[in-house]
């Protein structure tokens, strides 16, 4: 299994921009693809951006263009995927979710972070 602790967030105006961060600790060696989903205020859990451990990256059609993910693998102990988003509307206000998937694109575990707030509002 695998712990992951995320940080970055907060209130920012539209157009604006914010970093989120998601470091990934444990069976780190087993892990397909980390990434985000956001869930906003009635709405279901949707996915924002994987990437995979060969790079490959799966952007939402909302966020191309705007989000960018990077991740650093340098740390033997731990992975660690950058969420820069840029040029912020208020329909990306939601609550992020790390997520990291265990195993292959075909059979793999869900593991989330706890969560964080992204505000975008004037």
């Known amino acids: 299994q695998v712990q992951l602790v995320e940080s970055g967030g907060g209130l920012v105006q539209p157009g604006g921009s914010l970093r989120l961060s998601c470091a990934a600790s444990?069976?780190?060696?087993?892990?397909?693809?980390m990434g985000w989903y956001r869930q906003a205020p009635g709405k279901q859990r949707e996915l924002v951006v994987l990437i995979t451990s060969s790079d490959s990256t799966d952007y939402a059609d909302s966020v191309k263009g705007r989000f960018t993910i990077s991740r650093d693998t340098r740390d033997n102990t731990k992975n660690t995927v950058y969420l820069q988003m840029n040029s912020l509307e208020a329909e990306d206000t939601a609550v992020y979710y790390c997520?990291?998937?265990?195993?292959?694109?075909?059979?793999?575990?869900?593991?989330w972070g706890q969560g964080t707030q992204v505000t975008v509002s004037s």
């Open positions: 444990g069976s780190i060696d087993i892990i397909y693809a």
């Open positions: 997520n990291a998937k265990l195993g292959t694109k075909l059979l793999h575990l869900d593991y």
